[in-house]
């Protein structure tokens, strides 16, 4: 089981393995590359690297997780409000800003000797959990496609309501929540793929963006996976 480190900045680091501060760097470096050669907004790359340090601490089980999700929350609605993507800013601001206060608290109180506690599913909670985002995409695509100048309404509701599920499973501490995540961020690599091609500034650092978060996602649920095996023997 990961260790929930403190909120010092100088434990940030301390047990990162080489894998972790190599997939950190690389990241961050191809931030800063995109950002030099398209010319774009210092704005644009706080979003990315916040968002990069964010899951990658989530990863980890690391309560500065939120902190830097606050930021990231507010930069992205930003940027999805910009890009015409409404439900991706209204989830951002309603959903998100709260979620990440309860996740820091609850992750805060759930520790056992300084590491955070982590849970797993059983099959009905799984089955619930894919009839409801099932459900719940087709449900809110529908009603996205009637605003006019909402673009790629369905895939806008299917990662709403994913990023809605995961933030669940994340605040209860499932390792389930990192499969959610495979799918979300699969999903909104091509949502903005899509806005690229229609001419989007932002597009380009954002597919970078969500496409280091698929990556995350994988070694997430491998640590975390670990972890609930370790706090059910």
């Known amino acids: 089981m990961e260790q929930l480190e403190g909120t010092d900045m100088g434990k940030w680091f301390k047990g990162w393995s080489a894998y972790e501060l190599v997939w950190l760097g690389v990241f961050c470096g191809i931030a800063v590359g995109l950002t030099a050669i398209m010319k774009d907004s ?66 805060r109180k759930h520790q056992d000797g300084g590491k955070l506690e982590m849970r797993r599913m059983n099959l009905r909670g799984i089955l619930w959990t894919g009839a409801a985002c099932v459900l719940g995409s087709v449900m809110i695509g529908f009603f996205l496609s009637l605003i006019p100048t909402q673009n790629s309404p369905y895939i806008d509701a299917i990662t709403n309501v994913l990023s809605v599920v995961a933030t669940f499973l994340m605040v209860w501490r499932y390792k389930e929540q990192w499969l959610v995540y495979i799918v979300l961020n699969a999903f909104t690599v091509l949502l903005w793929v899509l806005r690229t091609l229609d001419g989007s500034p932002d597009g380009l650092l954002m597919i970078v963006m969500w496409s280091a978060y698929l990556i995350n996602a994988a070694y997430g649920y491998y640590t975390w996976n670990k972890g609930a095996k370790e706090a059910y023997r």
């Open 42 to 107: 210092l704005f644009g790359f706080t979003v990315f690297l916040t968002g990069v340090l964010c899951v990658v601490l989530a990863a980890k089980g690391n309560l500065m997780s939120y902190v830097f999700g606050m930021y990231n929350t507010f930069g992205y609605a930003y940027l999805a409000y910009t890009n015409g993507i409404y439900g991706e800013m209204l989830l951002n601001l309603l959903f998100f800003v709260p979620m990440n206060v309860v996740g820091f608290f609850l992750w």
